[in-house]
């Protein structure tokens, strides 16, 4: 009985130190076979274990994967139509450029068109006869043609372009901005230089009784001199004013009977005298050809008539030369 227990342990000799004894340990034969098993289904354990979590991990990384994949797609695809939007853009900012400095060309050449006008009528001429000028922006209502595609070099080419036409445009801008204002007023002042010229004939009737200059006196046959001119009409015959202008006066003496006296361009002033009926005050603004009052026989005076005279700088002056412009 004893031997078969032996015969069932294994002696396992314990090597130290040399200077140590030899140390004996008796270990039993299942012991022995059944610790490199254990560790041996330890390690299967482990590897199995290992690879589930593998397997598990690579799932997920696929399963991640094929989102990004997904989500790349989808910003690719934002991506050629943000592109394409883009490039539509830059097409359609490049056409509206052209048709910008096409328009701004017409406003520059009506600019100068303006300026010319100053400096030929600035001293001459009328602005009844003129139209106004003015620009035709007519839109297409069909649009067609071949589609040709255009590379994103082509696209670059022409945003470039179209940058450097908003450049020049602006600079445009910019210099009508110093220059049209200054060319307005000019215009302004030439308007109403022209339109305040004393030149239209201020009565229905052109009927001249009396000239400008000297002659006999119709009350004392004597020399004198006539500051203006005599033209006939009946009484009630409507007045006009010869220019634009602001009247001065409207009052009524021995002399001058009722008179009017309006204020023009150039230290020009025009005289109405023996008049019926005034129908302005003074500082009202008047516009040439406007009915300013009728024709009378008040003050000194032999019968109905308007005497019309042009004073400048407190001088009269003919104004046969500015009648007949």
């Not at 482990?46 to 989808?74: D, K």
């Not at 006196?217 to 500051?227: E, L, M, Y």
């Not at 026989?297 to 500015?322: A, W």
């Amino acid at each position: 009985m004893k031997s078969a227990s032996l015969s069932n342990q294994m002696t396992l000799l314990v090597l130290r130190d040399a200077n140590q004894p030899v140390k004996q340990v008796r270990v039993s034969k299942p012991l022995i076979v059944a610790v490199p098993m254990v560790a041996l289904l330890s390690i299967s354990g482990l590897i199995v274990s290992m690879h589930i979590n593998s397997n598990r991990t690579i799932t997920q990384l696929e399963g991640q994967l094929q989102q990004q994949s997904i989500q790349f797609e989808a910003v690719v695809t934002d991506r050629d139509e943000a592109i394409q939007r883009l490039q539509n853009e830059v097409v359609t900012l490049s056409g509206q450029s052209k048709g910008m400095m096409d328009r701004m060309e017409k406003v520059v050449e009506l600019e100068a068109e303006l300026q010319e006008f100053i400096n030929k009528y600035g001293t001459q001429g009328d602005l009844s006869n003129l139209s106004a000028l003015s620009l035709d922006d007519t839109d297409s209502l069909g649009i067609g043609g071949e589609y040709i595609a255009v590379h994103d070099n082509e696209i670059d080419d022409l945003a470039k372009e179209t940058g450097d036409d908003f450049r020049e445009m602006n600079a445009m801008l910019d210099e009508m901005e110093k220059n049209i204002p200054v060319t307005l007023i000019r215009a302004t002042q030439t308007q109403y230089s022209l339109t305040g010229n004393p030149s239209e004939w201020p009565t229905p009737s052109k009927r001249l009784t009396s000239s400008f200059g000297y002659r006999t006196d119709p009350f004392t046959g004597k020399a004198a001199f006539h500051s203006g001119i005599d033209i006939s009409g009946k009484i009630g015959d409507p007045v006009y004013a010869a220019g634009a202008g602001q009247v001065l006066t409207t009052d009524r003496d021995s002399s001058h009977g009722k008179y009017i006296v309006i204020q023009h361009p150039d230290g020009l002033e025009s005289w109405y005298l023996h008049l019926s009926d005034i129908d302005v005050s003074a500082g009202d603004i008047v516009t040439k050809g406007q009915t300013i009052g009728k024709v009378g026989n008040t003050g000194r005076s032999t019968g109905s008539h308007l005497h019309f005279e042009i004073v400048k700088q407190n001088k009269p002056i003919d104004p046969m030369p500015f009648l007949k412009q």
